[in-house]
């Protein structure tokens, strides 16, 4: 079983700053990784896949990279609507899937 | 528009059995994985199982196999979760998810809530 570790736990960043999260696999995911965000009381959005493809409708200002076990996500320039929590997901083995434990970004 | 529409919050006791219901439209239902997703309170996400509505193949994360079932209904395009003695500690909001683009989860159910609780 893969496992992804995201770091940090938590994020606090001021709103129009720069905002990196991290995701480790425990081996090899290739390019098949997602990255999500979850707002209360909501159900997850897709932000990125294939580690980084924009998805349908997201804004620019959020990036991802990485490939093999490291990956990361990157929001140029926070806006208020961006405090969340963002999950890191692999589809190596599809249909099956993993997800990170979350991190949570906050304003500073 | 690819829709996922879940069933309403439920609440139930210990020992009870549940069925909770994901009604797809918007596209083949025969055609694509779907899967639920399990998410305690104030906790991550887990993927908790997929089901193939076109032959009812299923793949379980090995943490949830043999806890609960998944199935789907072609004739109403509608995915089930289901548990026959439900524990209070499966209290949790529960997603379908499937895919309309990618392999990634991009089209996703508005979540059950299950209570259980005696």
């Known amino acids: 079983e893969i496992i992804l570790t995201q770091s940090p736990a938590t994020l606090s960043v001021s709103p129009g700053e720069r905002a990196t999260v991290a995701c480790r696999a425990s081996q090899s995911v290739a390019n098949k990784l997602a990255w999500y965000q979850q707002k209360p009381g909501q159900p997850p959005r897709l932000l990125i896949y294939g580690a980084s493809t924009r998805a349908t409708g997201i804004p620019a200002r959020f990036s991802g990279s990485g490939s093999g076990t490291e990956f990361s996500l990157t929001i140029s320039s926070l806006q208020s609507e961006d405090f969340a929590v963002y999950y890191c997901?692999?589809?190596?083995?599809?249909?099956?899937?993993?997800f990170g434990q979350g991190t949570k970004l906050d304003i500073k | 528009e690819v829709r996922l529409v879940q069933s309403g919050a439920e609440v139930k006791r210990p020992g009870e059995s549940l069925r909770i219901s994901c009604q797809a439209s918007g596209y083949r239902f025969t055609s694509n994985w779907i899967g639920w997703v399990r998410q305690l309170p104030g906790k991550g996400l887990e993927w908790m199982g997929i089901?193939?509505?076109?032959?009812?193949?299923?793949k379980y994360n090995p943490s949830f196999q043999g806890h609960v079932t998944i199935s789907a209904d072609e004739s109403i395009t509608t995915a089930y979760l289901q548990w026959s003695g439900l524990k209070a500690s499966d209290t949790a909001m529960y997603y379908c998810?499937?895919?309309?683009?990618?392999?990634?989860?991009?089209?996703w159910g508005q979540g059950t809530t299950v209570t259980v609780s005696s």
């Open positions: 997901q692999h589809y190596n083995n599809w249909p099956s899937y993993t």
């Open positions: 089901i193939f509505p076109g032959d009812s193949e299923t």
């Open positions: 998810a499937t895919y309309s683009g990618t392999l990634a989860l991009d089209v």
